[in-house]
């Protein structure tokens, strides 16, 4: 059983459209994170949530909102999508803070966005 | 903030130790320092973590100094399917308003 799931794997949208991605995670664990992968391999948080509660907000426009229903799923809608949203987003969970001892981060396979 | 920098690319050949460091001057008391593997098209996956000292496990090393302002990853014995992007995290501070920063990776390209 895929420990972390990320749907849609691949995502190709206009300008100016809304879509979201959708993360699951099966391992029980408090915490959960988006993170975004540019061209240049750069990986920068933006979401994490713990217990429902947003605990972590980067510096990212308001166009995206994490999304939590329950602790196993944290979904990230993005409104009005630009051009330079085009990249690699990744979910993951941990049990703990990451960082911290029980901190170890729990990565999906990414959903590739390319904005047209 | 913990800043971290890494080497943007390493190259190694087959059987040979490999040596990635990590700066981080500006580290946290209570941060602990995490390092990830990337495959291409693939999500990063834990290698190893440790807050002081000496950590190894069935697959690294991790050194860190006293003062843990920088830490170096030690690969024994590379193959080819170590080819990969190499992370440093360090957790930034205590409490739900600390803040996560990745290295910008290590390309580390192994030959035959």
């Known amino acids: 059983d895929t420990a972390v799931s990320q749907t849609p794997k691949y995502l190709v949208t206009q300008m100016g459209n809304d879509k979201s991605i959708k993360c699951e995670q099966n391992l029980g664990h408090d915490t959960m994170y988006w993170y975004k992968q540019d061209s240049k391999k750069f990986l920068k948080i933006m979401f994490s949530y713990n217990n429902k509660e947003l605990i972590i907000n980067e510096t990212v426009p308001n166009r995206f909102s994490p999304k939590s229903p329950d602790k196993a799923h944290l979904n990230l809608h993005i409104n009005s999508l630009e051009l330079g949203d085009s990249a690699v987003y990744f979910c993951?969970?941990?049990?703990?803070?990451?960082?911290?001892?029980?901190?170890?981060?729990?990565f999906g396979p990414g959903t590739r966005l390319l904005v047209l | 903030l913990a800043k971290t920098t890494q080497p943007i690319s390493m190259d190694s050949y087959e059987g040979q130790e490999v040596n990635i460091t990590c700066s981080h001057n500006n580290i946290a008391t209570n941060d602990y320092i995490t390092w990830y593997q990337q495959f291409p098209s693939q999500g990063p996956r834990f290698i190893i973590q440790g807050y002081k000292t000496k950590v190894t496990n069935e697959v690294a090393s991790l050194f860190i100094p006293a003062d843990r302002k920088s830490s170096t990853l030690s690969l024994p014995r590379v193959s080819l399917s170590d080819t990969a992007v190499y992370y440093c995290l360090v957790g930034a501070g205590s409490g739900n308003t600390g803040k996560l920063i990745f290295g910008q990776g290590t390309t580390l390209q192994v030959k035959p």
């Open positions: 993951a969970s941990s049990r703990g803070r990451a960082g911290g001892p029980s901190g170890t981060q729990y």
